[in-house]
């Protein structure tokens, strides 16, 4: 690791009335005298001062000393807390690099916390979500993970599994009178309960996807059942056109909506019908890999509907056409009055509610981590197939616990590292 002192704007770059400057590095106090003009610096004090650059002052700013390892990144840190003028934040920055320090890479706050061991990497993916975070929902799934919860479930799960190996090594070495009694039984069941735990966190990845970058809800049905016109309505604004003219949206469109906390990234797409028309077609295609990777599903209808599937919605528009309203497998609604949006919008709420039901106490699982668990629990049925034989069984329980150890980043590869830090923003 790189142990220049190093600063970025912590802040965001938007023109505001206070910005932030982070600086990170090894002894800072010398630099934080020089800026403040103190010799009595007391960590976690706000000094106000002069910034200045020689005689030419730069702003009046506050200044704040971290020491080392009580900090962020666990090495000495200083902010400063300027105007938020572009001009000003210019000059702050010519001024650290006259003193030696250099720009930061974008998550290279975060890489030296990691490296001090302030942060896992399931700590960083939380900080990650955390800043990308847009609702409610969001928000408390990405602290979840940012402030060390997924990584307790993860340590515990490898404490377990190196435990279950070294018995399962030590019945190698030792006599059956020398180890508690029954040991190869309990640790096969013991392997069995830690297969089942990393199994049901896996299936839930869906689940805890959708909490973290939305729930994908697609409108389908047939040509001019009025998709688009529920669309505009559901978002309350006119995103999609609207036209008597069958097969009009011959692509798919999105837009994101807050509901009751969640993310809906709400897609209205072409009509399904038969036809010969080479770009409705490639629209009707689309429509059916969306529903593929919908969460929830609205298939709209004219008149009669049949019996949703799971995380299906059945909804009859214009239902002020319509003399009768029986059909209970179907919500009634009108895009073009209004009536029934309200009721299909709680629908909607309630069923992201079930599914988000089945992601509490779960860690925030990603790509990267899902193929890492899903090595793992594959190297655990291994070890429950080989329990006849306890030194394969600890071989694969070990490679199951590195591969737990990599989510973690006590065992890692630098092209993880890089692909994990790289979320993050500058002074990040």
Same mark, same amino acid.
């Given at each position: ?179 508690? *009694? /029954?040991?190869?039984?309990? $640790? ?10 990393? @199994? +049901? #966190? %896996? ?106 599937? *799971? /995380?299906?919605?059945?909804? $009859? ?10 059909? @209970? +497998? #179907? %919500? ?97």
């Amino acid at each position: 690791m790189n142990n220049d002192a190093i600063f970025a704007l912590s802040s965001g770059a938007a023109r505001a009335g206070v910005s932030v400057i982070r600086i990170s590095g090894s002894n800072l106090k010398p630099l934080m005298t020089q800026i403040t003009a103190r010799q009595d610096i007391t960590p976690r004090h706000a000094y106000f001062t002069h910034l200045r650059d020689g005689d030419d002052l730069i702003d009046d700013a506050i200044v704040i000393y971290f020491a080392a390892p009580h900090s962020f990144t666990g090495e000495d840190i200083i902010e400063i807390h300027t105007h938020g003028a572009p001009a000003v934040i210019s000059r702050v920055f010519e001024y650290l690099r006259a003193q030696g320090l250099r720009i930061a890479q974008a998550g290279e706050f975060s890489r030296r916390a990691f490296y001090n061991n302030k942060m896992d990497l399931t700590d960083v993916d939380g900080l990650a979500a955390l800043l990308n975070a847009q609702t409610e929902r969001q928000r408390r799934a990405a602290l979840q993970s940012m402030t060390g919860g997924d990584g307790k479930i993860y340590n515990a799960w490898r404490e377990q599994m190196i435990e279950i190996a070294a018995y399962a090594a030590a019945m190698l070495d030792y006599a059956d009178d020398e180890l508690p *009694k /029954n040991i190869g039984e309990k $640790i096969t069941v013991e392997t069995q309960k830690l297969y089942n735990e990393i @199994k +049901n #966190a %896996i299936s839930r990845y869906a689940a805890v996807r959708a909490i973290r970058s939305g729930f994908n809800v697609v409108l389908a049905g047939d040509t001019n059942v009025g998709k688009s016109s529920l669309f505009n309505a559901i978002l309350g604004d006119a995103r999609a056109i609207v036209s008597d003219t069958p097969g009009t949206t011959r692509d798919v469109i999105t837009a994101s909506v807050d509901i009751d906390g969640f993310m809906v990234n709400l897609c209205d797409t072409a009509g399904l019908r038969e036809t010969d028309d080479e770009i409705e077609k490639m629209g009707i295609e689309k429509t059916n890999s969306e529903i593929q990777n919908a969460d929830i599903t609205i298939r709209v209808f004219n008149n009669d509907a049949p019996v949703p599937e *799971k /995380n299906e919605i059945c909804v $009859i528009n214009k239902s002020d056409l319509l003399k009768n309203h029986n059909n @209970k +497998n #179907a %919500i009634y609604v009108s895009a073009k009055s209004g009536d029934g949006i309200d009721k299909l919008i709680n629908k909607i709420r309630d069923k992201m509610r079930e599914i988000a039901d089945n992601s509490d106490g779960m860690p925030a699982i990603n790509e990267r981590t899902r193929e890492l668990l899903l090595a793992a629990a594959d190297e655990l049925k291994s070890a429950i197939a080989a329990h006849d034989a306890p030194d394969i069984m600890a071989e694969h329980i070990r490679h199951s616990a590195d591969n737990i150890g990599r989510i973690l980043g006590t065992i890692t590869a630098d092209e993880i590292m890089d692909a994990t830090f790289s979320q993050l923003c500058l002074g990040k």
